[in-house]
């Protein structure tokens, strides 16, 4: 059973920056990585994807200009969501997932990892 596991999370100012690491446990990785999040009281939300063969990146528009996600395929495969210019409402877990093809709804992912938590104080 692949798994995949989030880190990197943690207490950080507004404006400041965090990355997120996603390690998958498998021995090749195919389709998309998504990475969502979901603050108290609130539904899970899409932050970003990227396509796995090609690169194909797609972003939130809440995050689009601050946020950045990459793959590297070496020998732990792993999958980054660098966070720039955080705010406040960034706060939320974060988690990454593996879904078969490109999609902004979490419901199409069928891997997740456990869940990192980001807060952003003012």
């Known amino acids: 059973q692949v798994q995949l596991v989030e880190s990197g999370g943690g207490l950080v100012q507004a404006g400041g920056s965090l990355r997120l690491s996603c390690a998958y446990s498998?021995?090749?990785?195919?389709?998309?990585m998504g990475w969502f999040r979901q603050a108290p009281g609130k539904e899970r939300e899409f932050v970003a994807f990227i396509v796995w063969n090609g690169g194909t990146t797609y972003y939130a528009e809440s995050v689009k200009g601050r946020f950045t996600i990459t793959r590297d395929n070496g020998a732990q495969i792993m999958g980054y969501l660098q966070m720039n210019s955080l705010k406040p409402e960034d706060t939320a877990v974060y988690y990454c997932?593996?879904?078969?093809?490109?999609?902004?709804?979490?419901?199409?992912?069928?891997?997740w990892g456990q869940g990192t938590q980001v807060t952003v104080s003012s």
């Open positions: 997932a593996r879904g078969p093809f490109q999609s902004t709804s979490s419901n199409t992912y069928n891997i």
């Open positions: 498998g021995l090749t990785f195919s389709g998309i």
